[in-house]
């Protein structure tokens, strides 16, 4: 188990960004693809985006064009940045690494219309 810290969320009207960050206690990503997913109210866990260790990207088509993952490695962080957001964005996000099924504890992102 990783243990995972994530960060950034907030209010944010449409049409708004947001910049949500992940990171490891203690210890590094290394190699390891981290992805995002979200939670709506009364909806599902989805896959939001992931990135690879070698930097591959792979987005659900819902935000395919307006989020963009990334990772520092000297930073030891990996970023979600959310554009254009939209209200069916508004949910709970989480970073994850799917070697270990590792899971943040969230960090809630809400759009005004």
């Known amino acids: 188990q990783v243990q995972l810290v994530e960060s950034g969320g907030g209010l944010v009207q449409a049409g708004g960004s947001l910049r949500l960050s992940c990171a490891p206690s203690g210890r590094t990503f290394g190699t390891y693809d981290v992805g995002w997913y979200r939670q709506a109210p009364g909806k599902e866990r989805e896959f939001v985006a992931r990135?690879?260790?070698?930097?591959?990207?792979y987005y659900a088509g819902s935000v395919k064009g307006r989020f963009t993952i990334s990772r520092d490695s000297a930073k030891n962080t990996v970023y979600l940045h959310l554009n254009t957001l939209k209200p069916e964005d508004t949910a709970i996000y989480y970073c994850?690494?799917?070697?270990?099924?590792?899971w943040g504890q969230g960090t809630q992102v809400t759009v005004s219309s």
């Open positions: 994850n690494v799917p070697i270990t099924n590792s």
């Open positions: 990135i690879s260790w070698s930097g591959s990207t």
